[in-house]
């Protein structure tokens, strides 16, 4: 299993010097929410942008690794804002991998348990699920990319119905 991170809420931190919320270059938010698991885990950076700022050359850059990599089973770590953009376009191309996006709709710096849940539930599922797609694991849900949606109205992710 690869855990890919392209950044998101998920990784932000409070920069004292500027006020803002802003990506570090690093994967720290995982590693120590993977501190907890008894299991060792192969992470990678891949973008670390604001899930906004992602474009098509980005989700291409992801796919190639996915492409490249021996893996058949990835968690990527996606901000919530594009991730059906880029689920959707992985699961055009990938039908014989296990690919779950994932993230957070606070900063892990502010409040660590949704990032944790959502991390938590994806490796779990990860393990579990035996079945080739890909999935969104989102508050609670986690389920095939196009039967789950954010619903911008009210800030959580739901099942399309």
Do not use: W
């Amino acid at each position: 299993m690869l855990i890919l991170n392209s950044g998101g809420t998920f990784n932000k931190k409070y920069n004292p010097l500027n006020g803002e919320l802003e990506i570090p270059y690093n994967n720290d938010v995982i590693e120590r929410i993977l501190q907890s698991a008894d299991f060792d885990y192969d992470v990678a950076g891949v973008i670390y942008k604001d899930s906004i700022e992602m474009d098509m050359n980005d989700r291409k850059m992801i796919a190639n690794i996915i492409m490249e990599s021996k893996d058949d089973t990835f968690i990527i770590v996606h901000g919530t804002d594009t991730i059906n953009i880029t689920a959707e376009f992985l699961s055009e191309i990938f039908d014989d991998r296990k690919i779950i996006l994932t993230g957070a709709m606070n900063p892990f710096e502010i409040d660590n348990v949704e990032a944790s849940l959502n991390l938590g539930i994806a490796i779990g599922f990860a393990k579990a699920k035996t079945e080739n797609a890909v999935y969104i694991c989102m508050n609670g849900f986690i389920e095939p990319c196009q039967n789950i949606v954010k619903n911008k109205t009210l800030g959580k992710f739901e099942l399309v119905k």
